[in-house]
């Protein structure tokens, strides 16, 4: 039963924008979404999409993907998987051909541990 777990992601939230020192206004107006909403969403009362919970992790500059972990739409092991490929593909540093090998190197040494993504532990046809 994959159930949102909203009062705690609510609470997570609340804790979240006071260590950010943003009131919820500000937080509302920073992540586009209505001071309303927001507040519900901090009590427990609303279940916020991935796409709003994407725009108040970035209104937080905290990863989307923490968020997804609180709200039970992404458990651990996937959020460390995709926290590591935003921020390769985030560094600006490197070039999109560096970013891929590293995107395969990545794969094929979680491949070598048996930790292979979904995509790739599908039998192929």
Same mark, same amino acid.
């Given at each position: 039963? =994959?159930?949102?777990?909203? /009062? ?22 920073? =992540? ?8 519900? @969403?901090?009590? /427990? ?18 990863? =989307? ?28 540093? @490197? ?18 541990? /048996? ?11």
């Amino acid at each position: 039963m =994959a159930s949102l777990n909203v /009062g705690n992601l609510g609470e997570y939230l609340r804790e979240q924008r006071r260590n950010a020192q943003l009131t919820l206004r500000q937080l509302a107006d920073a =992540a586009g979404v209505s001071n309303p909403y927001l507040s519900q @969403i901090e009590r /427990g009362l609303r279940k916020p999409s991935a796409e709003i919970l994407q725009q108040i992790a970035k209104a937080l500059r905290i990863s =989307a993907e923490t968020l997804y972990v609180q709200a039970g739409i992404l458990d651990e092991r996937d959020r460390d998987e995709a926290e590591v490929r935003s921020v390769i593909l985030a560094d600006p540093s @490197i070039n999109e051909q560096q970013k891929q090998a590293l995107l395969q190197i990545y794969e094929s040494f979680r491949k070598e541990n /048996g930790l292979a993504t979904d995509d790739d532990s599908k039998p192929s046809s």
